[in-house]
């Protein structure tokens, strides 16, 4: 079972850059895919992007690509978000995710909601204008 901590949300204004941290302990599994979503009121979680922990491969939003780059620290045991050229519509909470890869193509990066297992508690992200 994963246990996860994001930190990093703030105030920030549109332009500025932000990176989001997710702190992750529990890990017993060989592989996990460790994803960031997002949310506003009203709305729908909506995925920005993943990591696979051993391969450090990702995959993104459509949205968000050019935008956002994940990373992982495994010393650490960190996944970092980080966003640039921020804008008033990326204002949410951002969630980090997890799940076990059993076993699975090295191409294979879950993009849903419930394609994940375990999740933080979020970090509230403002970006004014």
């Known amino acids: 079972q994963l246990h996860l901590v994001e930190s990093g949300g703030r105030l920030v204004q549109a332009g500025d850059s932000l990176t989001l941290s997710c702190k992750v302990s529990?890990?017993?599994?060989?592989?996990?895919?460790l994803g960031w979503f997002r949310q506003t009121p009203g709305k729908e979680r909506e995925f920005v992007g993943t990591?696979?922990?051993?391969?450090?491969?990702?995959a993104y939003a459509d949205s968000m690509k050019g935008r956002v780059t994940i990373s992982r620290d495994e010393i650490g045991n960190v996944v970092s978000l980080h966003v640039k050229n921020l804008k008033p519509e990326d204002t949410a909470v951002y969630y980090c995710a997890g799940r076990i890869l059993y076993y699975s193509a090295t191409g294979y990066h879950p993009t849903r909601e419930d394609d994940y297992d375990w999740w933080g508690r979020g970090t509230q992200v403002t970006v004014s204008s």
């Open positions: 529990g890990r017993t599994a060989r592989n996990y895919a």
């Open positions: 990591i696979r922990w051993v391969e450090e491969t990702t």
